[in-house]
Each structure stands twice: as structure tokens, then as C-alpha cells.
Nanobody
């Protein structure tokens, strides 16, 4: 079993920054790809960013490219999402997911475990 716990969400003004963290336990974290998704009220969960097991490959949604950075620290079993230049369209609950393979994926249905999410609210 895998447990994923997100943290770092909160209220921030437009143009500001936040760094989300997702701590994993229960399996060999360093073997698996990780991803961040988000879900705004009334919308489906959407892909934000993904990273391979080694951190050598990363993928981003077009809407966050150049503003968000995904990274991981396998020694700490943690994946991060640095979010800069936030705007109101980034307001959502952010979820981290673990994919039981080393290759990163942008597909929601390929993630095997999810955290409970952390709320990010951007005020304009």
C-alpha cells in the first residue's frame, strides 16, 4: 500500500508563488513516476506535470509550462511542484499521484495511487 500526503497549498495573490510537496510512504518511491493533477470546481481533474523515476524526464500541461516546475528528491521520498506567476485559473485542489512504472505519464487513468489533495486559491 502507498500513502501520499500533499502539503503547501494555501491562499496567494495573483503573481505570487507556492511550492507544493507530496510525501510518499509504503513502497520504493524512487522506482516510480509521479505526477501532479488539479481539479477546479465543476471541472474534471486535469494533468499538470509529471516526472519519471529518476527525474530525467518531465512533462507539463501547456497552461503551466514556463511557470511550474516539478522535481523530486528520492532520498526524502518527496515530489515537489514549484508554482510561479500564479493566476486565478490556477485555483484548484492539487493532487499528487504515483504511477507504478518508471516512465512518466500524463494520463490520469494510469496513476495507481492518489493523495487527498491540497487546496490552492489564487486571489486576483
Amino acid at each position: 500500500q502507498v500513502q501520499l500526503v500533499e502539503s503547501g497549498g494555501g491562499l496567494v495573490q495573483a503573481g505570487g508563488s507556492l511550492r507544493l510537496s507530496c510525501a510518499a510512504s509504503g513502497r520504493t518511491f524512487s522506482s516510480y513516476a509521479m505526477g501532479w493533477f488539479r481539479q477546479a470546481p465543476g471541472k474534471e481533474r486535469e494533468f499538470v506535470a509529471a516526472i519519471s523515476w529518476s527525474g530525467g524526464s518531465t512533462y507539463y500541461a501547456d497552461s503551466v509550462k514556463g511557470r511550474f516546475t516539478i522535481s523530486r528528491d528520492n532520498a526524502k521520498n518527496t515530489v515537489y511542484l514549484q508554482m510561479n506567476s500564479l493566476n486565478s485559473e490556477d485555483t484548484a485542489v492539487y493532487y499528487c499521484g504515483l504511477h507504478l512504472a518508471g516512465r512518466a505519464t500524463i494520463r490520469n487513468d494510469e496513476y495507481d495511487y492518489w493523495g487527498r489533495g491540497t487546496q490552492v486559491t489564487v486571489s486576483s
